[in-house]
């Protein structure tokens, strides 16, 4: 039973590594001063959350409520918020803390703080376990909330949350944000699409890479890519050689890096963004030292960045392609992922969908 100064939630959760989700109560903390309550309205499925329901990557703690994509509005404030008010728009990430006080986080890179705490798998510093956005509300410190603008609406922004920050950071980091550059774009999935948008954004050449030949019309016709490239034709892989400044890699499949190494221009970087369950194979060294290329990664983005995506995503009509879809489909909706059918990215309608009853 709760405790007085707790609030019941309700959500989905798996309980072991078969991944299956089913509804779930639970509690939530009280708002305390500097926190922000937020009712859930829609949820984003992310990748993410497949491997770690299902303990691919060896770390999960169950029961686990997922979700790190989520938007919706704000149902309480504590004392001590200044920057919101209850009904304000609002998202939550991949992160619900850090420690604020290190060289990472003064440097607005939470993201990367050792001691940041995720949004659900991961335990809090009451020592609770975290919860995510599989469920009816969330309580955050202010520091962890961003604003959505009027113009985006919620269920094509929730994935901007993970998707959308991942492949902006990574290219504004690198350089890769300027207007006349050529990039390919390994995997047209719920990252790729996102990426080939702010790619075209930033008036970039965009040359799609997949494995998935039905994707082509999609790439080009529907998302502005400037060409696509069958990653199974060695001719077409080939030809490509020496002809692209960058190179960003969000596949989850574990695979050689070295075909997308050999795309490189002299100066080229590689930026490996996805997390197979399986390492990747790195490059021959001789193939970097040669062109002095780069192979690199990156996660995410601090606060401050994902506030700056957010906005850059509104003042440039840029959001996700979703499938929206409701709470007690989110078992077929992952393994749909699992088989690699959806296009581009599953968004739960948590606010119309989730009950007891599901």
């Known amino acids: 039973m709760a405790k007085s100064s707790e609030v019941q939630a309700l959500g989905y959760a798996a309980r072991d590594t078969s991944g299956f989700m089913s509804p779930f109560t639970f509690s939530r903390r009280a708002t305390g001063d500097d926190d922000v309550r937020v009712k859930i309205l829609y949820c984003g499925i992310c990748h993410t959350d497949l491997h770690r329901t299902k303990n691919q990557w060896g770390d999960a703690i169950y029961p686990m409520v997922p979700g790190h994509e989520i938007t919706g509005v704000v149902a309480e404030v504590g004392g001590k918020v200044q920057n919101f008010k209850i009904g304000d728009r609002v998202g939550v990430g991949c992160m619900v803390g850090s420690c604020l006080s ?7 890179l939470e993201n990367y703080c050792a001691n940041r705490i995720l949004t659900y798998n991961n335990t809090y510093y009451d020592g609770t376990n975290t919860y995510g956005g599989y469920s009816d509300h969330i309580v955050v410190k202010e520091h962890f ?8 609406p919620l269920d094509v922004a929730a994935p901007l949350l993970c998707a959308g920050i991942t492949v902006y950071s990574a290219m504004k980091f690198f350089g890769l944000d300027k207007a006349g550059l050529h990039l390919g ?57 020496n002809t692209m400044d960058g190179v960003i890699d969000v596949s989850s499949k574990a695979r050689s890096l070295q075909p997308y190494v050999v795309m490189l221009k002299t100066h080229g970087k590689l930026i490996s963004l996805g997390s197979p369950s399986s390492s990747n194979s790195l490059p021959i060294v001789n193939n970097l030292i040669g062109g002095r290329k780069t192979v690199a990664g990156s996660t995410i983005g601090g606060l401050k960045e994902t506030q700056e995506v957010i906005d850059f995503a509104a003042q440039h009509n840029i959001t996700a392609d979703i499938e929206l879809i409701a709470m007690d489909y989110v078992n077929t909706a992952i393994e749909r992922m699992e088989n690699v059918d959806i296009r581009y990215r599953f968004v739960i309608d ?7 009853t599901n």
């Open 145 to 152: 909330v961003v604003r959505i603008p009027d113009n985006l």
């Open 102 to 108: 290190c060289v990472e986080c003064d440097s607005n």
């Open 185 to 241: 774009v390994v995997g047209l999935g719920g990252h790729g699409h996102m990426c080939v948008k702010f790619a075209k954004a930033f008036g970039a050449k965009v040359t799609v890479i997949s494995s998935s030949t039905d994707k082509k019309t999609d790439a080009i016709d529907r998302f502005g890519a400037d060409a696509f490239i069958y990653s199974e034709d060695a001719n077409q892989m080939e030809a490509a050689t």
């Open 350 to 356: 948590v606010g119309n969908t989730l009950s007891l």
